[in-house]
């Protein structure tokens, strides 16, 4: 896993995640076009994942509700575990969504037909 924290007692701490692909078995395809390759995991500096489909665009994200709005990490060690938990909540939603229906989840896709 390619976190690695950052920060100081002071401002708190946080994780920076590069995406390199290692986790990517564990994605299933994309619900809405299945695409497999062109699968993103990112992290927006907060405890909060995204995955991605670089294909049609849809995604998910996975906050941990550990963290407080605005509260700080205090250790390095707790901001990955809270950020290694973010992830892993993100992956879960992106593999137990499920396809859209009609009327939903379809906002932004155009030119694709919604059978
Ligand atoms: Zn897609």
Redesign the pocket.
């Known amino acids: 896993m390619t976190l690695e924290a950052q920060g100081n007692q002071y401002s708190g701490f946080f994780c920076s995640y590069a995406d390199d692909g290692e986790h990517h078995d564990r994605l299933k395809p994309?619900?809405?076009?299945?695409?497999k390759i062109?699968l993103e995991i990112g992290n927006i500096h907060t405890p909060s994942f995204f995955v991605a489909?670089r294909?049609?665009?849809?995604e998910v994200t996975g906050c941990t509700p550990k963290l407080k709005r605005g509260g700080k990490i205090l250790t390095a060690s707790r901001a990955l575990r809270i950020f290694a938990e973010a992830m892993e909540l993100a992956i879960t939603q992106w593999n137990t969504r499920a396809a859209p229906t009609a009327d939903q989840g379809r906002a932004g896709l155009s030119g694709e037909d919604a059978a």
Do not use: S
């Not at 994309?30 to 695409?35: L, M, S, Y």
């Open positions: 994309c619900p809405f076009c299945g695409a062109d489909c294909n049609c665009g849809v």
